[in-house]
């Protein structure tokens, strides 16, 4: 059974003062391995614990998605990442402190223990701290992080309008949707799925590469580096 969970102004919008409070019945379910839909700052996001191997096969049923993909995760605050990988490039702190929270994923080395799964069975991981109190309370209350892959069906843009939207979608697929707004607010802050997602950036040492770009302009982050 999926449940729907509506958020309230405080609960769905981007104060970093707002505090989210979940059930305890939500939280308990998907320590067990359960797989929640949740708004970001830019994207709906699918949610499991990356630490549950459990959690991680149901999100591929959920979404359909080759496993050779890696799944980018969300952190609760930046002193998370020591946990996910096994090295941090200057340059990458530099853009952590400036651009997180936000719209920036960074892809560094993974730590030996982060489940094939996540990186893909590859050597990086994907990490970013998003400008959202939602998905950020979800992480702290998990592993210190969540998935963070986009919530839609292969084929399907995820452009999500209404709660029913989502719901009729996955149905049964996840435990739990949290609703917190569609396209008539700000994509940037209800997840709606006008927005282009964040802009990933693999750093090699300390120059960084784009894979994507989205709603951070990547000529920003050269800028800022450059600055020295």
């Known amino acids: 059974m999926t449940r729907l969970i509506l958020l309230d102004a405080d ?3 981007g104060s970093t003062t707002s505090k989210p409070r979940f059930p305890d019945e939500m939280i308990a379910s998907l320590r ?3 797989a929640v839909i949740f708004p970001t700052d830019t994207l709906y996001g699918l949610g499991v614990d990356p630490c549950s191997e459990t959690g991680l096969d149901r999100l591929f049923a959920a979404k359909g998605r080759d496993r050779g ?3 980018p995760l969300l952190l609760s605050e930046g002193g998370q990442v020591g946990r996910w990988t096994r090295h941090v490039p200057p340059a990458a702190s530099r853009l ?6 936000g719209a920036l994923t960074l892809v560094l080395p993974a730590d030996p223990g982060v489940h094939p799964s996540v990186t893909g069975g590859g050597d990086t991981v994907g990490l970013r701290v998003p400008d959202h ?3 950020r309370a979800l992480a702290a209350l998990l592993s210190g ?8 069906r292969s084929g399907n843009p995820g452009a999500w309008r209404s709660a029913e939207e989502i719901v009729q979608e996955f149905t049964g697929a996840v435990d739990w949707v949290l609703w917190g707004g569609g396209a008539a607010g700000d994509a940037r802050r209800d997840g709606a799925g006008n927005s282009p997602g964040s802009t990933v950036v693999r750093m090699i040492d300390d120059r960084p590469v784009l894979l994507r770009e989205g709603v951070l302009p990547f000529h920003d982050i050269i800028e800022f580096l450059q600055r020295g």
């Open 32 to 34: 067990a391995g359960g």
């Open 69 to 71: 993909k890696p799944i």
């Open 96 to 101: 952590m402190d400036r651009f997180w929270p």
């Open 11 to 13: 609960r769905a919008n």
């Open 145 to 152: 992080a969540i998935t963070g892959t986009s919530a839609n």
């Open 133 to 135: 109190p939602v998905p």
